[in-house]
């Protein structure tokens, strides 16, 4: 059974930094990509960033402070947040998908994590 779990949100004061983790099972991940997806308060959820063997996305919003890398021997993805404001506040989910190519929409992810709650607040 496919599954993967986020963990690593927090509070964080404007500026600061957090590294979100999502671990996966069932699957490895030289076979799936795993994206990164944001869902403000009263906003739909949008992808911001999508590792693959062969890509390495990032969404505009994210680009140039978000870092996403991979551990392949921990099966796990992390996703560095540096300079992080008030707008970056959501909640962060991860999910696996066979590639890259619809992350921002988030079609064709499945499983989802169940979410960890970042709040960038002074």
């Known amino acids: 059974q496919k599954q993967v779990v986020e963990s690593g949100g927090g509070l964080v004061q404007p500026g600061g930094s957090l590294r979100l983790s999502c671990v996966a099972s069932?699957?490895?991940?030289?076979?799936?990509?795993i994206g990164w997806f944001r869902q403000a308060p009263g906003k739909d959820r949008r992808g911001i960033s999508c590792?693959?063997?062969?890509?390495?996305k990032y969404a505009d919003p994210v680009k140039g402070r978000f870092t996403i890398s991979r551990d392949k021997a921990k099966n796990t993805v992390y996703l560095q947040m540096n300079v992080l404001s008030p707008e970056d506040t959501g909640i962060y989910y991860c999910?696996?998908?066979?590639?890259?190519?619809?992350?921002?929409?988030?079609?064709?992810?499945?499983?989802w994590g169940q979410g960890t709650q970042v709040t960038v607040s002074s």
């Open positions: 999910a696996a998908a066979p590639v890259c190519m619809w992350y921002l929409s988030g079609r064709t992810f499945d499983p």
């Open positions: 069932g699957f490895t991940l030289d076979d799936y990509a």
């Open positions: 590792i693959s063997e062969h890509s390495i």
